[in-house]
T-cell receptor
Framework: DAKTTQPNSMESNEEEPVHLPCNHSTISGTDYIHWYRQLPSQGPEYVIHGLTSNVNNRMASLAIAEDRKSSTLILHRATLRDAAVYYCILRAPLGSGGYQKVTFGIGTKLQVIP | NAGVTQTPKFRILKIGQSMTLQCTQD?????MYWYRQDPGMGLKLIYYSVGAGITDKGEVPNGYNVSRSTTEDFPLRLELAAPSQTSVYFC???????????????FGPGTRLTVL
């Protein structure tokens, strides 16, 4: 199974941009890159996903390297509410047999400093 | 919509006791999942279901059982509780394939279980 590598923790000042990296050098050609985050004492919540092109939504942006071996989740303006554990996971395409069995790694714990 | 709800929020069990963790979703999702999260760790998939009457094992199924008699409910059963099952348990659901490339998972608030 393709694995992801993320830093254990990062810090950011409030209202500054945050770039959360993820390495996935063994990604297959059809794997999607997903990001979820887990606020303290809550279940994970979806943030964003992508395949090859950069993606933007109301929560964040996802920048994917041209060779797809790494990606970066970008929070444009960190707030205290963004303090959470951020998970980068790879998933086979929807409808494929491998879609279901995905494990969330340790993720990156983001601390936002007021 | 209430989304994904889990009961109880907290529970303490003695070794050898059994219990059922309840999970209900009101979004008419076909797919449902059970994960466990040990302290300071990520989530590991225990069991999942692709629809009523269909379940399959995940990464760490030993010591657990599931059933899916309705679309809404996906209970997780612990038969003989062991200290190694002390963890936070999350239930999740998602819609089925619908022409999109991805359907996000929605997670419940979790059940914190301690086995002493």
């Amino acid at each position: 199974d393709a694995k992801t590598t993320q830093p254990n923790s990062m810090e950011s000042n409030e209202e500054e941009p945050v770039h959360l990296p993820c390495n996935h050098s063994t990604i297959s050609g059809t794997d999607y890159i997903h990001w979820y985050r887990q606020l303290p004492s809550q279940g994970p919540e979806y943030v964003i996903h992508g395949l090859t092109s950069n993606v933007n939504n109301r929560m964040a942006s996802l920048a994917i390297a041209e060779d797809r071996k790494s990606s970066t989740l970008i929070l444009h303006r960190a707030t205290l509410r963004d303090a959470a554990v951020y998970y980068c996971i790879l998933r086979a395409p929807l409808g494929s047999g491998g879609y279901q069995k995905v494990t969330f790694g340790i993720g990156t714990k983001l601390q936002v400093i007021p | 919509n209430a989304g994904v709800t889990q009961t109880p929020k907290f529970r303490i069990l003695k070794i050898g006791q059994s219990m059922t963790l309840q999970c209900t979703q009101d979004m008419n999702h076909n797919y449902m999942y059970w994960y466990r999260q040990d302290p300071g760790m990520g989530l590991k998939l225990i069991y999942y279901s692709v629809g009523a009457g269909i379940t399959d094992k995940g990464e760490v199924p030993n010591g657990y059982n599931v059933s899916r008699s309705t679309t809404e409910d996906f209970p997780l059963r612990l038969e003989l509780a062991a200290p190694s099952q002390t963890s936070v348990y999350f239930c999740a659901s998602r819609a089925g394939t619908s022409g999109r490339d991805y359907n996000e998972q929605f997670f419940g608030p979790g059940t914190r279980l301690t086995v002493l």
